[in-house]
């Protein structure tokens, strides 16, 4: 329960920090701007032409009797539009992050540099075509993780009882957890840690991440929320990366900060440990 509690206090704050510093707030605001009238559009047509898609779909219900073709269709077309609001919450973060790669490269940096002892931050070294490449062929392997998620949650919610109890719960939990990894992936990708250890970093402390990206989830949730939260989830990412990867953090965020992954209490996993922080 603990690191629930942390992992809020991450998200909180990369929202302070970027309520300092206007100008990273400002330009950051951009490519989520940008995905939203994008999605927004999508949806729009989903409605507009969804009931047509999913009755071209069902030739089979067209002789059936009154009113069973209008009421599964609808129910189709319902559950369609909400397979859709699912997977937007789900993928804003990595299209926005997609979009805005050097946008967050440079907020992430400029985090790493304000907190480091040394003012430095970690660089990747890549020319930014690979980078991008990069992030793109992460964030389709992401995707198809989750995708497999929504597919079984989708089924499980017909349970009775358990489908409309313990499954969005679950969801919820889910959704924060891949949010948590696209968010991360900013600094983590910029210090060349790979997809397979990046999960691997997330997953030994899932309830630190569920703590990040859980409530952030929710919010998301919200029309718009998103754009203005996605500044400070970035910079809160990157201050939660480097305690991930037991780095050392100073400045005003220090005196909020919690046992980092290369504290006695949280360990880092044998592969991110770095000289000096123990076997």
């Known amino acids: 329960m603990r690191d629930l509690r942390v992992g809020f206090q991450y998200l909180v704050q990369g929202q302070r920090w970027v309520a300092r510093h206007g100008k990273q707030y400002g330009f950051g605001l951009i490519p989520g701007l940008i995905t939203l009238v994008l999605y927004i559009a999508a949806l729009v047509a989903l409605a507009v032409w969804g009931p047509d898609f999913v009755t071209w779909a069902t030739p089979f219900a067209d002789d059936w009797s009154s009113p069973w073709p209008g009421l599964f269709r609808g129910l189709l077309t319902a559950v369609l539009f909400a397979l859709a609001l699912a997977l937007a919450v789900i993928t804003f973060t990595a299209v926005t992050l997609l979009i805005g790669q050097p946008f967050y490269e440079n907020l992430s940096e400029k985090v790493d540099r304000d907190v480091s002892p040394d003012g430095t931050a970690p660089e990747s070294h890549l020319p930014l075509w690979q980078e991008l490449w990069i992030s793109a062929r992460d964030s389709?392997?992401?995707?198809?993780?989750?995708?497999?998620?929504?597919?079984?949650?989708?089924?499980?919610?017909?349970?009775?009882?358990?489908?409309q109890t313990v499954v969005p719960v679950i969801g919820f939990f889910v959704t924060g957890f891949f949010l948590t990894e696209e968010l991360t992936s900013v600094a983590l990708q910029r210090r060349r840690v790979e997809l397979r250890d990046r999960l691997a970093l997330l997953r030994s402390r899932k309830t630190l991440i569920w703590g990040f990206g859980t409530p952030l989830g929710l919010a998301f949730l919200v029309p718009f929320v998103a754009v203005f939260?996605?500044?400070?989830?970035?910079?809160?990412?990157?201050?939660?990366a480097r305690d991930l990867l037991g780095e050392e953090t100073t400045g005003e965020d220090e005196r909020n900060r919690v046992p980092a992954a290369g504290d006695p209490a949280h360990p880092a996993p044998p592969m991110?440990?770095?000289?000096?922080?123990?076997a």
């Not at 991110?272 to 123990?278: A, C, D, N, V, Y």
């Open 140 to 163: 389709l392997r992401v995707l198809a993780r989750a995708l497999v998620w929504a597919v079984l949650l989708f089924a499980l919610g017909f349970v009775p009882f358990i489908g």
């Open 229 to 240: 939260l996605m500044p400070g989830a970035v910079a809160g990412a990157t201050l939660m």
């Open 272 to 278: 991110f440990r770095k000289p000096g922080l123990g």
